[in-house]
């Protein structure tokens, strides 16, 4: 599933290709014509993610909510002016890395191609077009209805204006596992498999401590690192927890840093730990594959 980083690459992609255009807007699929129809020829306004939520917002105050759950994605596509990923979302062969938009030589825009596999909606405006396939939610909603639907979940690292504080007492307020609670959108909005698993690490927290066992000082740093590692993220479009000096091959950049040496211990099952040696392990927890160091992360 597209972590937090992403859907807020989305929504930045959005907001900088259609904001302030009048949208050309349909279902190929068919499954979402009727909010195709009320959304037709609405210009769009603002796009927000909060979490793993994204929300498009019109000048009708109708407002497009789109989940991509584990099968979901946006592809993009359009003339000179459309900058950005080509596609976002599933699937995942590398983990959490977009697919970017090619840089060669420029063809003439004539418009949308034809949809290919089943499109739920598609967006275009006279520069580019949007293709969503595959998401768990795709409706129309009222901003009140946004609002209520941010005001359940927990804070966003990637929200500057979120207070560290509420995710310290949500967390320490769960019995549950860090590492269960992690993963629970009403405690923090936007953290995935992956940043869960190398959040821990990095805190050397044990995955199993209960939540109220958690010490201030922990909380506070695991929410400052996972607003370090998701603004990393937005910013290079892909998941690297691992610090350069860790990594077996060349630094490089970020794009350059190969997927075996992009994580501590996420997908490294039986391998050796980059800092103690000792080897990796995985276990399930709330029906999830979570991965963690022994040692580094005793309890």
Not at 107 to 125: C, F, I, T
Request: glycine share 12%; aromatic share 8%; with cysteine.
């Amino acid at each position: 599933m597209p972590e937090g980083h992403s859907i807020h690459r989305i929504a930045r992609q959005f907001a900088s290709v259609f904001a302030g255009e009048a949208l050309r807007v349909s279902s190929p699929q068919g499954r979402f014509a009727a909010g195709a129809e009320r959304l037709d020829g609405g210009v769009l306004t603002g796009a927000r993610a909060h979490g793993k939520q994204l929300f498009l917002e019109f000048h009708n105050e109708l407002v497009l909510r789109v989940h991509l759950g584990l099968y979901g994605a946006w592809s993009f596509g359009g003339d000179s002016r459309f900058q950005g990923a080509s596609s976002i979302g599933a699937p995942r062969r590398i983990g959490e890395r977009e697919t970017a938009h090619d840089d060669g030589a420029a063809s003439v825009y004539a418009g949308p191609p034809p949809p290919v596999g089943a499109v739920r909606v598609r967006l275009a405006s006279a520069h580019g077009w949007a293709d969503l396939r595959g998401p768990t939610a795709c409706e129309l909603i009222t901003g009140a209805e946004r609002d209520a639907i941010i005001a359940k979940l927990g804070p966003d690292p990637l929200d500057p204006g979120s207070d560290p504080g509420e995710f310290v007492a949500r967390v320490q307020r769960k019995r549950t596992a860090v590492g269960l609670s992690l993963m629970n959108q009403e405690v923090i909005a936007g953290v995935g498999n992956v940043y869960r698993a190398e959040a821990l690490f990095r805190g050397r927290v044990h995955p199993w401590l209960p939540g109220a066992a958690l010490r201030d000082d922990d909380a506070a740093a695991l929410w400052e690192d996972l607003v370090f590692l998701m603004n990393d993220g937005v910013r290079a479009g892909r998941i690297i927890t691992t610090a350069p000096s860790h990594r077996e091959g060349p630094a490089g950049t970020d794009s350059g840093v190969p997927v075996e040496d992009a994580h501590y211990v996420y997908k490294r099952t039986g391998l050796a730990c980059r800092i103690c040696g000792t080897m990796v392990a995985m276990a399930e927890m709330g029906a999830r594959k979570l991965y963690w160091c022994p040692s580094c992360q005793a309890a």
